[in-house]
């Protein structure tokens, strides 16, 4: 993929090369142990509803104050290691001009479904990966804002992950054009129009990494790829037609270094995906683990990288002893990994008391 | 948990003892591999798609008639190996009493979610499980017209697998009140109510297990039961909060035996369970096993028991070339388990073209 350049080169952000996050990205062992949470900017806060009331989903990722004020609220109340960009996965497709709306309740809803090897041509000519650079000045405007802001907390080194779904998610959701309970019509065209299949996803990462990059050159500290649906495919399937080209997209942004020549730390994360655990590691640094592997063993099946997770969210409501005896098997198993960073197993459901989430990041803490 | 019996003790339908899928269930190695596809009987088959129109699912389930002449077609025009009982996961929850409709595109809808300790309470007072066994008459009449019909096709030996939700998947759609993605309110309730939890899950228990009971007395040969949510369950809340009842409605059926004293064959099928395996041999006689995970992986996994599966859904629109090699990947994969039933890895999408169905068995058979 040939990676037009925002600018200069420039170096990644140096400022946080030091917080826990990114030195628990980089295999070490900080003296505490990192905790943010997946949608951690979100429905759970309260801050947040009242901010999106009368903003539709993808006009709030696509205004840069709001964009950037959502991504710090869950830094401010919980005190979390991190900030994650807040946006939507169907961002990049919608700046490079495919129509897409969010639907509440529903998810994406595309205007045509890309089902057909002539429904791909038609993407690929009607939208050029290419078109995507003339539009992220909001991602990158708000990307700047959030850093700053995170500057001037106390501290200053909190750093922000920048954000964006892996290729295989993104197609599953324009060969369906809506949200699919299997993803079998994406499913189905692998085999079907492997070619076809070859170009749809290439585009999409191609899209995702554009996307990744200006995050990192706007002051982003590492970038977290998110493949919702890899966990509908058999591991042969995943590591022909699809591992490749998440590879890609990471390769967008894997000379960029920050001012001791140290990449920008690379996160994989994909849901449901216990048979691909030993594919995920497309030379990352760190694999995100969904709820339902014990830590310790994905660690074993992942290899030398560092794990992040895994709390299951279903504990979230549970009486704290449980939920504190949840945490500190998920503490332990973490120890036997090359580094740890915690997390939940999955997105913050939406339901979530944020009280509880506060007191996770300070028990973590004080663990 | 207590049966009810309905009428005298009848031994298991002998008339199958020795057809190919009950050997193959027995762990034997019969002269062909039985195949036989989840969701044969349904919307593929424009047969079905005639009969259907102007019938609700649920009426369709309860019309004997109806729910016989379904589970017939695919058997008559495909040359399956079995006959799966026409139902839907909700139907013994409907014949208990409880509210449902299943609205199309949706799924399964209850009046009322059963979502708290008290909503729990409520239920089983109002509709003890018992309450099933006065209701159970269609379903004894429809398996009685079924396997009246199959005796009478040619070789008069298939037989008729019975078919019932496991309690975990029936509590997942009951807490929730209708479809959801991760079945993450009834995942909470195991935390934060185990007792309501553990309550409710024994009444589907129940429920199923005198479904599934009613299904052999009137003639089926084999059980299955069909866990669709428990993927979404770490291992640990599988074994300690769910397996366990799941086991319980196995035990309602285990003490029906043929003629030669051998009980009727126990199938246990968990969709997207990979970190489960070790986990679903509930003392049955053979696991399914969905498209993610490799036969032979699988089998490994499981131990001493037979598999059923599992070729990818996806793969029925590929061209011949493609689709031939992943059946003979799937046979071969198969020849390392204890025994081997070919069947999809998850049920027949509705698009499927049903003469690619009948090749398979026809290249299954030969093969």
Known sequence: MSV???????????????????????????????????????RSLPEYRSLRVGTRMLDACLTPELAAEITLQPVRRHGVDAAIF????????????????????VGPVFAAPVDS?????????????????????PITEAVQR??????????????????????????????????????????AMIHRHPDA????????????GRFLRAQVLAGASAVQLFDSWAGSLPAATYERHVAPTSRTTFDAVRDLTDDAGRRVPLV?????AGELYPLLDLDVDCVGVDWRTPLDDAARRIGDTAVQGNLDPALLGAPWPVLRDAI????????????????????????TDPDVLTRIVDYVHSA
């Open 4 to 42: 037009v350049q925002l600018g200069p080169t420039h170096p990644l952000n140096s400022d946080t090369r030091d917080a826990w996050l990114i030195a628990a990205y980089r295999g070490e062992r900080p003296p505490m142990t990192p905790v943010w949470f997946m949608r951690q900017a979100g």
């Open 86 to 105: 807040f946006s939507d996965i169907v961002v990049p497709l919608k700046l490079a001009g495919v129509e897409v709306q969010i639907e509440p309740g």
């Open 117 to 137: 090897p002539a429904a791909v041509e038609k993407l690929l000519a009607d939208h050029p990966a290419e078109a995507l650079d003339g539009a992220l000045a």
């Open 146 to 187: 959030t850093v700053a802001a995170l500057r001037m907390l106390p501290g200053g080194r909190d750093p922000l992950i920048g954000f964006a779904g892996a290729p295989f998610t993104l197609a599953a959701y324009l060969v369906a054009g809506r949200p699919s309970k299997d993803h079998l019509a994406a499913r």
């Open 197 to 208: 299949w070859a170009a749809l996803l290439g585009w999409c990462a191609d899209v995702s």
């Open 268 to 272: 994989h994360f994909a849901v449901g």
């Open 328 to 351: 500190d098997d998920v503490l332990r198993r973490g120890e036997s990994a090359t580094g740890h960073v915690f997390n939940l197993g999955h997105g913050v459901p939406p339901d």
